[in-house]
């Protein structure tokens, strides 16, 4: 078989290697998301539990009686400046029908920064359990004394002590 | 010569002078060169262009989840043969409401996909978010969480968190 | 009657002069003969985003071609890749190259492969005919950054 390649009047095309710009690699791209966090100012109080007791004990051999501590938990949300006071106001007098205590027996100790160290009931003025300034969350413990007196008249006595927190 | 021997003859003559045109080859062949040019390039898709935290209590919820949802997060990056392509945040600033303030660094992430890393918001330094070898398109997504303190003052805080990717 | 017949050994022309009262029987039997032509001889892809341009092509190539089968018979042009993308140490497969071409029938659109491919086919002689094929790319992220070359080979042949 002949291989022969007759070009009459046309010209084959010559092979045209066009070289491309080289690649390059390097890149970069961004994107932004805004964010937002809410938080408004709150305020936490838990008392460790909702009575206390003090169980009837001989005067001769306890002089002073002592409650369990009390545990007390105050969460506040407020401005860095801001005072956050936690106080105490008693209903009334230590009550058995018509026998009482007078409430200013009921005095307390605590534990804990800013807990006041030393406080007696009250049930005309509020009293300071603890001061604190900025928010945070504070812990302490409150124990309880009543003098335990010879002159009680038999009975079973009770109160109520009401807490209050004040997150400006 | 007859009439028919000659028009027999006119035929094979136009044909011979055509075909001389032609290779008498039973095939012919001719090359030609195919390139494709691939530049780097990269791009950087986020599900949502925020995110926003509410105001939870402290103690349900230490950890407040951003809305909407984890941010889904696509990468796509056409990279030199086995570089890395990297993606990484950066904090504008810390949360800033007027004058308050609480650290960028309260902010953190997990994060689910191939390649891509949990991590903490930084506004000094970017954070890596994920990172990957060659080419390729990658999703996955960064679960936004804000460490909620009793120690936040109020207000309505913002920040800009800019992502970057990049190939070198 | 005098009669000469010239044939060249280089040539093909054929001569038949002075031929009067006899008479000749011309059997000759034309050979497959084929001309092929491609303008131009690049085919190039530039580089674009995958996300708006999956599919990149390429100017077209301008197939000039004659073409005679065997005897009246077909003829086949194919094209064929001799192997896949390369730049460097990265590929991309062959198969991602694919084609339209007009006219048809004549012409079909097919994809590239290491096996020759059916471009176009016919019968007959095709005189000084013509064919557009346009090259396309499937665009994607999955490739390495770098300049792929390949070669491709047009061939028009009949059996």
């Known amino acids: 078989m002949r291989n022969t390649l007759v070009k009459v009047g046309l010209s084959t095309a010559a092979a045209v290697l066009l070289m491309s710009s080289s690649a390059y690699a390097q890149a970069t791209a961004n994107a932004s998301l805004n964010v937002t966090v809410n938080v408004a100012a709150r305020a936490r109080l838990t008392l460790g539990a909702a009575a206390i007791t003090f169980a009837d004990q001989d005067p001769g051999t306890v002089p002073t009686l002592t409650a369990t501590a009390l545990t007390v938990d105050v969460g506040a949300r407020t401005s860095p400046a801001g005072n956050v006071a936690l106080t105490v106001l008693a209903t009334g007098p230590l009550a058995s029908g018509g026998n009482t205590i007078a409430i200013n027996n009921l005095a307390w100790t605590s534990t804990g920064t800013g807990f006041a160290a030393t406080g007696t009931s009250n049930a005309t003025t509020a009293q300071s359990v603890g001061t604190w300034t900025g928010p945070g969350s504070r812990a302490g413990s409150q124990t309880y004394t009543l003098p335990n007196s010879w002159t009680y008249a038999v009975g079973t006595y009770t109160t109520t002590l009401n807490y209050t927190l004040s997150v400006p | ?168 | 009657m005098t009669s000469r017949t010239l044939v060249s050994s280089s040539s093909r022309w054929l001569f038949i002069s002075g031929l009067t009262a006899a008479s000749v029987v011309l059997s000759a039997r034309p050979a497959a003969a084929q001309f092929l032509q491609l303008q131009p001889t690049t085919i190039s892809f530039a580089s674009a985003d995958p996300d708006t341009v999956p599919l990149i092509s390429a100017s077209p190539i301008r197939v000039t071609y004659i073409a005679l089968g065997q005897g009246a018979g077909s003829w086949t042009m194919t094209v064929e890749a001799e192997g896949q993308l390369v730049s460097g140490t990265s590929t991309i497969p062959i198969s991602n190259v694919s084609w339209i071409a007009t006219p048809t029938p004549t012409f079909r659109n097919g994809t590239l492969s290491t096996v020759p491919q059916v471009l176009a086919t016919g019968t007959g002689l095709a005189l000084l005919q013509s064919g557009d094929v346009t090259f396309r790319f499937n665009n994607s992220w999955n490739y390495n950054v770098g300049t792929y070359t390949q070669t491709v080979t047009f061939t028009l042949s009949s059996p």
């Open chain 2, 1 to 168: 010569m007859s009439a028919d021997t000659r028009v027999q003859s006119l035929a094979l003559l136009v044909a011979a002078a055509l075909l001389g045109l032609a290779s008498s080859a039973a095939a012919q062949s001719r090359t030609a060169t195919l390139n494709v040019t691939i530049n780097g390039f990269v791009r950087l898709t986020l599900s949502s262009s925020g995110v926003s935290f509410p105001d939870s209590n402290p103690d349900l919820v230490p950890q407040v989840p951003g809305t909407p949802g984890p941010l889904a997060i696509t990468v796509k990056g056409r990279t030199a043969a086995d570089a890395n392509l990297r993606l990484s945040v950066l904090a504008s600033d810390d949360l800033r409401s007027g004058v308050r303030t609480i650290l960028a660094s309260n902010i953190t992430w997990t994060a689910t996909g191939d390649g891509f890393v949990a991590g903490t918001l930084n506004p000094t330094t970017a954070q890596p978010v994920g990172s990957w070898i060659g080419a390729g398109a990658r999703s996955g997504s960064q679960s936004l969480l804000f460490r909620n303190l009793w120690t936040h003052p109020p207000g309505t805080y913002t920040l800009t968190m800019t992502y970057t990717l990049s190939s070198p």
